[in-house]
């Protein structure tokens, strides 16, 4: 049995959900990813946190993935925060694709959770 590309842990500090993704996200299971990052919402959430430091690959469908999850968390009034390791090819992938500039984006999960409120 083969191991998954990618999987997603959750924690829940408190009203907002944590997605540690550990591994490779791409076109072959973005689609997976997302129904998991997705059925983590809560209405009683302020948004999501999505800790992509243990993220090895990040492809432009995961970035594609990335960009919708926040339109559709903007939608619910909520808000999509990123956990980003500085100066790692993520960091890099998510600049250059404007990602950091539309969502906001932290070096550490908790300094993503000091914002708490949108």
Known sequence: MSRPLAEVREEWPGDTPVARVEGEIDSSNVDEIADRLRG??????????????????????????????????????????????????????????????????FATVDEALALRHP
């Not at 808000?79 to 990602?99: E, F, K, N, Q």
């Open 40 to 105: 983590l919402l809560a209405n009683r959430s302020f948004g999501l946190i999505v800790d992509l430091t243990p993220t090895t690959y990040l492809d432009s469908a995961g970035i594609n993935m990335l960009f919708v999850l926040g339109d559709e968390l903007r939608a619910r009034q909520q808000r999509l925060r990123l956990v980003v390791g500085p100066a790692t090819p993520i960091a890099r992938m998510v600049a250059l694709t404007g990602l950091d500039r539309t969502y906001p984006t």
